[in-house]
């Protein structure tokens, strides 16, 4: 008698985590077009230099982006003055002066101006500091966000574009956000971007879409930098194999005329 019970009952509980799994699941992100898909692909220095401006002016305030040295910046289309630039608007620990002292008479840290060798400058001291302004949360370090899924910089775009309300019913947990592309649609960013957050300079409406996309696209240039020099080498291959298959060709016929 107990057996038909307990196959009722496990159907039951495997139903119900089913339909618990389908309320809780993140929506595919949509299938973007990017000019660095392909093999002849590249990315947009328009776009990337914008996406900085985001994640500068945006994204910093939380984020670290700490793979990333200024002198980076150089293949964005910045000149090295302009690198000086940016890179002298951030301090850094000075290290010890030449009587050794790594504070001021105050207790404050020693710091410099920061050199395009320099990392880009976390927005924490430490993890403790990080935890304590974000409610017990790190926020992930964004060198390799682009790269920490299948669909990439399709996937940050719909998590920048995802937010709305939750549907009724749905109880958020406190300081959550609902965001329809994110596992278990619950994320505790709220919102980072807002139409004319920024200002561009170059044309562009500064709309969430459009402002997703361009971080995106310079994210996926931090996570990669070195994507564009591979198509090249890879092409270069590609034409080398080409050539001496040809030759490789024409050298067996050249061996094998006299013999047929």
Known sequence: MMRPFLSFTLAALLASSAALAAESEALP?????WSFEGPLGLYDRDAMRRGLKIYREVCASCHSIGLLRYRDLRAL???????????????VPAGPDPAGNTVDASGNLLTR?????????????NANAAKAANNGKVPPDL??????????????????TGYGEPPAGTELAPGASYNLYFPGHQIAMPPPLSPGQVQYEDGP????????????????????????????????????????????????RRVWRDVH
Request: proline share 7%.
């Open 29 to 33: 992100p949509p299938d973007l077009e």
């Open 77 to 91: 289309g910045y000149t090295e003055s302009e690198v000086k630039e940016i890179a002298g608007q951030y301090e």
């Open 113 to 125: 101006p920061a050199t395009p060798a320099d990392a880009f400058v976390a927005p924490f001291a």
């Open 143 to 160: 060198s390799l966000i682009a790269k920490s899924r299948i669909s990439g910089p399709d996937y940050l775009v719909a998590l920048l």
């Open 205 to 252: 409406e500064a709309t969430v879409a459009q402002m997703s996309t361009d971080v995106s696209h310079f994210l996926m240039w931090a996570a990669e930098p070195k994507l564009e020099e591979r198509k090249n080498l890879g092409l270069k291959v590609m034409g080398y194999l080409a050539v001496l298959f040809v030759l490789m060709i024409a050298v067996k």
